[in-house]
């Protein structure tokens, strides 16, 4: 194994977890394609066993394309789905294949049509969803009718419209955030059918929620919310895509780290000084937005509150001070410390070598196994 911390990730809980969205999202007949959010967990195995199930990526950049490419997915299943891009970035992701891009500007739609010409073309609006656990705030979307202009544009420019997209915010609770998505691509794509164009999708994103310290609604919950929706707003031949991030790959991870020093604050507040934090894995917990579970070889003992903070001299990186975290009152220097459901947006969110302190490293489960 490598030097503490590391992150391990199970391929085959990958597997497992796409094929328990698939089956709950094939039930109502409709066709729902589930598209992985590469930046979720950018690693060529996890993308390798995606694939193989079929899955389609949504890539953000011309790296995630060539990460994706290299892992043998064909480009045909690429959406470059970051309504942020160069136009340079499009043309090559264009040079490599790839024939889907969203936009959520007229200016981009008008870089799409010069630099991917005849590509298909999703347009992302921003649904009236409540605040999930780590919201996009207005980073993303345009209004639902411009959305529709634009889209009407894309045909006139001679693109493919694929149809209207939203994303209800990543780690999002209530299962009605996507049924009010739904509805409102509904009154788009029923508009622009009124004026003869065709939808052949509506992406209703990522967002799907996973249980980290506390329940959140089964995706079953969701998955069926989303699909009564779909039948209610949409023609029965578009079809839905799914972009999960986090839901397909979190519960595979397991980031192993070891306790530094252990002590008590001049305000009598215990802290535990883990060596994983804020820059080396756990970027999700700022402002404790997500809040990991613990497990150690002390479980047990008696447990007390602590205040659990990452190795480096910045004063930011304190994983929760806020949160209720309960640790066993033995715990000491040396001891390790596993952080459960890290699959996702631990890596990938790890910073070169920020205070000195390296990236996370990854250890794919699977090679010894076979
Ligand atoms: C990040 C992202 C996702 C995945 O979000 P999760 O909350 O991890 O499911 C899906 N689509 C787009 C466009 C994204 O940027």
């Known amino acids: 194994m490598p030097e503490s911390p590391y992150l391990v990730l199970d391929p085959e809980r990958v597997r497992e977890n796409y094929r328990a969205l698939d089956s709950v999202l094939s039930r109502a007949g409709r066709r729902a394609r589930i598209r992985f959010a590469v930046k979720a967990c950018p690693v060529p195995q996890i993308v390798s066993v995606l694939a193989a199930e079929g899955a389609e990526f949504d890539v953000a950049s011309v790296g995630e394309i060539g990460l994706c490419l290299a892992a043998g997915v064909p480009a045909a299943r690429l959406c470059y789905g970051n309504p942020i891009k ?37 347009c992302r609006f921003l649904a009236d969803a409540p605040e999930s656990r780590t919201p996009f705030g207005m980073k993303f979307g345009c209004a639902p009718g411009e959305a529709l202009r634009l889209l009407a544009r894309a045909a006139d420019l001679g693109l493919a419209v694929g149809g209207p997209c939203f994303h209800v915010g990543s780690q999002q609770l209530d299962p009605q955030a996507w049924r009010i998505g739904i509805e409102q691509a509904g009154a788009i794509v029923a508009a622009l059918a009124d004026k003869g164009i ?56 397991v980031i192993h780290a070891e306790v530094v020093g252990v002590r008590t604050a001049p305000d009598g507040r215990r802290w535990v000084y883990l060596d994983i934090g804020r820059y080396n894995g756990m970027a999700e917990t700022e402002n404790e937005y997500i809040a990991y579970r613990f497990t150690t070889d002390r479980d047990g003992d008696p447990v ?67």
């Open 304 to 370: 007390d509150e602590a205040v659990v903070a990452g190795p480096t001299c910045d004063g930011d990186d304190v994983l929760y001070q806020r949160t209720r975290v309960l640790l066993p009152t033995t715990l000491r220097a040396g001891d390790q410390v596993r952080v459960l459901g890290t699959g996702a947006y631990t890596a990938s969110y790890s910073s070169v070598s920020f205070n000195g302190f390296p990236p996370l490293t990854v250890h794919v489960l699977g090679a010894e196994r076979e």
């Open 86 to 122: 160069k136009a340079a970035d499009i043309a090559r992701a264009h040079e490599l294949g790839v024939r889907r891009f969203a936009f959520d500007t007229e200016d981009d739609l008008a870089r799409i049509a010069q630099h991917a010409p005849g590509a298909q073309v999703e």
């Open 198 to 253: 065709g939808v052949a999708v509506v992406n209703i994103g990522g967002g799907l929620p996973v249980s980290y310290a506390d329940p959140v609604p089964p995706l079953e919950t969701i998955a069926q919310t989303s699909l009564a929706a779909a039948a209610q707003f949409l023609p029965a031949a578009t079809d839905l895509v799914v972009e999960p991030g986090r839901a397909l790959v979190a519960t595979a991870g």
